[in-house]
């Protein structure tokens, strides 16, 4: 005689967006689990069940986030190993994507600082500077321009492909720009063919010298970096003699230079018109990629200085 097989009844399934009512009430409400059950007509190994894997979650988050302060580089798949390990929990990383966007965190370019920087020079900079006005204030330094700065780095495809474009790797002539900048615009360029020597420095500074006035005044206080041919000897002489006070920046504190993110705006400037600046460059008009480089510095304005500084911290 056949064996009577007892029925088995199927498990029920609660919606996600009632375990998220029940989080809501102990969470927030901070309901116990029998006044749930009542309130949900739920039971109660459920809803213990569910207040169980959000206590051990959130734990997971405290530590997901503490991860990711320290180690913001982390794969998602180094962060589930992490917390498995550590919590004996398997979360997927779909959770763990949708949990960072919840909580308002997105992947993004690293910004990267150099590990010598050091803080302490960094926070005395601060404080020295601090002490002057932002009009006071006049930053410079050199950027470096050839035939590759021309050529855009992004363009359109279709999804899955590279989008190639056809370029001349052939750098051609080096142009250094060596501009002053103040938060009201630039106040002193010079263009020329090759870097700068510790000689050729003094002569542009002996130039910037004569549109700066004696401290305390605006545009009396020059910022440079650490760069060898910023500290040849008659730089802080020639300074002095005209009253003007001379500060350099921490090591490794480029984002101190308000002056890098005009290098940025004016290399944009030169790639939005790339094909013109490698006409003039490829030409018999020596003296037409100055001109060029010239009206580029001539675009920036005050309300984008002011901007760059704003970044820097300065005001």
Request: aromatic share 10%; net charge neutral.
């Given at each position: 005689?056949?064996?009577k097989q007892?029925a088995v009844?199927?498990?029920?399934?609660?919606?996600?967006?009632l375990?998220r009512?029940?989080?809501?009430?102990?969470?927030?409400?901070?309901?116990?689990?029998?006044?749930?059950?009542?309130?949900l007509d739920?039971?109660?190994?459920?809803?213990?069940?569910?207040?169980?894997?959000?206590?051990e979650?959130?734990e997971?988050?405290?530590?997901?986030?503490g991860?990711?302060?320290?180690?913001p580089?982390?794969?998602l798949?180094?962060?589930?190993e992490?917390?498995?390990?550590?919590?004996?929990?398997?979360?997927?990383?779909s959770?763990i994507?949708?949990?960072?966007?919840?909580l308002?965190?997105?992947?993004?370019?690293?910004?990267r600082?150099?590990?010598?920087?050091c803080?302490?020079?960094?926070?005395?900079?601060?404080l020295?500077?601090g002490?002057?006005?932002p009009?006071y204030l006049v930053?410079a330094?050199?950027?470096?321009?050839?035939?590759?700065?021309?050529?855009?780095?992004?363009?359109w495809?279709?999804?899955?492909?590279?989008?190639p474009?056809?370029c001349?790797?052939?750098?051609?002539i080096?142009?250094?720009?060596?501009?002053?900048?103040t938060?009201?615009?630039?106040?002193y360029?010079?263009?020329?063919?090759?870097?700068?020597?510790?000689?050729?420095?003094v002569?542009w500074?002996?130039?910037?010298?004569?549109?700066?006035?004696?401290?305390?005044?605006?545009?009396s206080?020059l910022?440079?970096?650490?760069?060898?041919i910023?500290?040849?000897?008659?730089?802080?002489?020639?300074?002095?003699?005209?009253?003007?006070?001379?500060?350099y920046?921490?090591?490794?504190?480029?984002?101190?230079?308000?002056?890098?993110?005009?290098f940025?705006?004016?290399?944009?400037?030169?790639?939005?018109?790339?094909?013109?600046?490698?006409?003039?460059a490829?030409?018999d008009?020596?003296?037409?990629?100055?001109?060029?480089?010239?009206?580029?510095?001539?675009?920036?304005t005050?309300?984008?200085s002011r901007?760059?500084?704003r970044?820097?911290?300065?005001?």
């Amino acid at each position: 005689m056949a064996r009577k097989q007892r029925a088995v009844p199927l498990r029920q399934h609660y919606s996600r967006d009632l375990k998220r009512r029940v989080i809501h009430m102990s969470q927030k409400l901070h309901l116990s689990s029998a006044e749930i059950v009542i309130m949900l007509d739920m039971p109660l190994r459920v809803v213990q069940r569910v207040r169980q894997v959000w206590n051990e979650i959130g734990e997971a988050v405290d530590m997901m986030l503490g991860m990711l302060d320290h180690s913001p580089d982390l794969y998602l798949d180094e962060i589930q190993e992490q917390i498995a390990s550590v919590h004996g929990i398997e979360i997927s990383l779909s959770t763990i994507t949708r949990t960072l966007k919840r909580l308002g965190m997105t992947s993004k370019k690293l910004s990267r600082t150099a590990a010598e920087r050091c803080e302490d020079s960094r926070r005395e900079f601060v404080l020295e500077v601090g002490k002057y006005p932002p009009e006071y204030l006049v930053t410079a330094d050199e950027a470096a321009v050839n035939i590759l700065t021309t050529y855009r780095n992004n363009g359109w495809s279709y999804r899955g492909l590279r989008a190639p474009k056809k370029c001349n790797f052939v750098r051609g002539i080096r142009y250094s720009l060596l501009p002053a900048i103040t938060i009201d615009g630039l106040i002193y360029t010079h263009v020329k063919v090759g870097g700068y020597n510790g000689e050729q420095f003094v002569e542009w500074l002996e130039g910037l010298l004569q549109v700066m006035n004696p401290y305390p005044a605006p545009h009396s206080v020059l910022i440079l970096d650490n760069c060898r041919i910023h500290h040849v000897d008659d730089v802080q002489e020639m300074c002095d003699a005209k009253g003007v006070k001379l500060l350099y920046l921490p090591p490794y504190s480029p984002d101190f230079n308000p002056i890098e993110e005009c290098f940025s705006w004016i290399k944009h400037y030169i790639r939005r018109n790339g094909q013109e600046f490698r006409r003039i460059a490829e030409g018999d008009d020596k003296a037409a990629p100055y001109v060029y480089l010239y009206d580029a510095l001539s675009q920036v304005t005050a309300e984008a200085s002011r901007g760059w500084f704003r970044h820097s911290g300065y005001f």
